[in-house]
């Protein structure tokens, strides 16, 4: 073979050398590029030659070194990567990546803590529909037809469409206790024949009232309202069981006291309040000097809501109760505006990580 024909062959041989490790790499550099390799070998070769054929095989020398090196190179970095890839699959030691976890609304976090609450002495939760008729709304619920909370100015009342059939009383629930008249006249037979022989429920939902949107007022908000009913049920329990809530929510400590108040479904009504758990009832600018903070609504089940929806009212009685979960949460975290619990800004939310 002439000079020509070995240096050419040796090219195409060294553009296709192939390694799978940093061993058989090193293989190759022995075999062509150490002292004693094959490259190297027909440099020794070349420098004996005349000033002549040095010139006429020169180029092609070497382009054939610079091959072998720029392939070596090229070889021995992919093996590398390769060993590396490897290494961080198998480095079972390595810390993890942290997990982004997200947090809980404040809001679901109070409202599973009321539920809580009231679970441990018996209550269980019911659920109803958000849009609703003024039957279960109001008309149940002893609202006298001409009643304020009836107009517009209160209550969103959803729009007919041209042609549709349906009654044109629809409208978003204003409160829950939609859902206590839904449960009431279920249970109401099963209360007549024995069946059942009390009513103890839980009403969580989101209610609607149009109003405009400020720091201190939404359109929509979140209630929880309570509703008791069995024989000889009586004011003292009403007071009991909020006593135990309001211990069991803001702290031992907590005192509460009930004013007289109005609405159309109990009687008598009331409205709560608890000793201001940040001053501990001293006085101070969260409870405007007066060292109570109002919380919630309450009264006896009026016997006329009884009637209505088909109990006894002579053979069974009950309380209700209804709080606004935003309220509570405002107490207990001191959220000054109640825009921020409907505006997801991440800020905020991140705040809440466990109740
Ligand atoms: N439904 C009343 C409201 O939305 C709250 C309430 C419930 C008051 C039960 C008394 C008894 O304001």
């Known amino acids: 073979?002439?000079?020509?024909?070995?240096?050419?062959?040796?090219?195409?041989?060294?553009?296709?050398?192939?390694?799978?490790?940093?061993?058989?790499?090193?293989?190759?550099?022995?075999?062509?590029?150490?002292?004693?390799?094959?490259?190297?070998?027909?440099?020794?070769?070349?420098?004996?030659?005349?000033?002549?054929?040095?010139?006429?095989?020169?180029?092609?020398?070497?382009?054939?070194?610079?091959?072998?090196?720029?392939?070596?190179?090229?070889?021995?970095?992919?093996?590398?990567?390769?060993?590396?890839?490897?290494?961080?699959?198998?480095?079972?030691?390595?810390?993890?990546?942290?997990?982004?976890?997200?947090?809980?609304?404040?809001?679901?976090?109070?409202?599973?803590?009321?539920?809580?609450?009231?679970?441990?002495?018996?209550f269980t939760v019911a659920d109803g529909p958000e849009i609703e008729d003024d039957r279960h709304v109001f008309g149940l619920l002893n609202f006298a037809p001409e009643h304020p909370a009836r107009d517009m100015q209160d209550t969103f009342f959803v729009e007919k469409e041209e042609g549709e059939q349906r009654p044109t009383d629809v409208l978003l629930r204003t409160h829950t206790s939609s859902v206590q008249t839904r449960v009431m006249l279920e249970a109401a037979e099963w209360l007549r024949n024995g069946q059942q022989d009390s009513i103890r429920v839980l009403c969580p939902g989101r209610v609607y009232r149009n109003e405009a949107i400020s720091a201190r007022a939404h359109c929509f908000f979140h209630q929880v309202e309570g509703l008791y009913i069995a024989r000889k049920v009586s004011y003292a329990d009403l007071r009991q069981t909020l006593l135990y809530f309001a211990k069991e929510m803001f702290g031992d400590k907590t005192q509460i006291r009930l004013r007289p108040s109005y609405f159309p479904f109990t009687e008598p009504s009331a409205e709560m309040d608890i000793s201001c758990h940040i001053c501990g009832g001293k006085g101070c600018g969260f409870c405007k000097q007066t060292g109570w903070v109002e919380i919630l609504g309450c009264g006896m089940v009026d016997p006329n809501v009884l009637e209505a929806c088909g109990i006894d009212s002579k053979e069974f009685s009950g309380y209700a109760f209804g709080l606004g979960i935003e309220r509570i949460t405002n107490l207990k975290y001191r959220v000054k505006d109640l825009r921020l619990f409907s505006e997801n800004d991440i800020r905020f939310l991140n705040q809440f990580v466990s109740c």
Do not use: C, W
Request: hydrophobic letters at 35%; aromatic letters at 4%; a neutral charge.
């Open 1 to 122: 073979m002439s000079l020509q024909e070995r240096i050419e062959e040796l090219q195409t041989r060294v553009q296709q050398m192939q390694a799978s490790s940093a061993e058989e790499v090193e293989a190759l550099r022995i075999k062509y590029l150490s002292k004693k390799g094959e490259v190297s070998g027909l440099f020794d070769e070349f420098r004996a030659l005349s000033k002549e054929q040095k010139a006429q095989f020169g180029q092609a020398m070497n382009r054939l070194r610079q091959t072998a090196e720029e392939r070596m190179a090229q070889l021995r970095q992919t093996v590398e990567q390769t060993v590396a890839k490897a290494e961080v699959r198998e480095d079972l030691t390595r810390t993890p990546d942290p997990i982004a976890l997200g947090t809980r609304h404040p809001l679901s976090l109070v409202r599973e803590q009321i539920i809580d609450i009231f679970s441990r002495i018996g």
